[in-house]
Nanobody, 118 residues
Framework: QVNLVESGGGLVQAGGSLRLSCAAS????????KAWYRQASGNQRELVAT???????TYVDAVKGRFTISRDNAKNTLYLQMNNLKPEDTAVYYC????????????WGQGTQVTVSS
């Protein structure tokens, strides 16, 4: 079992920045593929960014050039640096980890609210 705890959300004006953190309870987190998802009110949860155990990253087009996903394996922590925030980035942001071992379980954090005012 992997427990994930997000932090760093809040209220920010458009154009501002926030850094989200996701702390994991076990070291397997460091060798898992990790991701940030978000869910705006009334919408489905969408994938925002991923990072593999090797450090390869992907981003949804809407955040490319503004968001950066990174991790600190020594601290079992995942980050999402969000710059030039827009009102459409308002959502609950969730940390996700996919275990590399069978049965390839998926773990989720409880979410952190990000609100961007115009």
């Amino acid at each position: 079992q992997v427990n994930l705890v997000e932090s760093g959300g809040g209220l920010v004006q458009a154009g501002g920045s926030l850094r989200l953190s996701c702390a994991a309870s076990v070291s397997i987190f460091s060798i898992s593929t990790k991701a940030w998802y978000r869910q705006a009110s009334g919408n489905q949860r969408e994938l925002v960014a991923t990072i593999t155990s090797g450090g390869s990253t992907t981003y949804v087009d809407a955040v490319k050039g503004r968001f950066t996903i990174s991790r600190d394996n020594a601290k079992n922590t995942l980050y999402l640096q969000m710059n030039n925030l827009k009102p459409e980035d308002t959502a609950v942001y969730y940390c996700n980890a996919l275990s590399p071992y069978y049965p390839y379980s998926e773990f989720w954090g409880q979410g952190t609210q990000v609100t961007v005012s115009s």
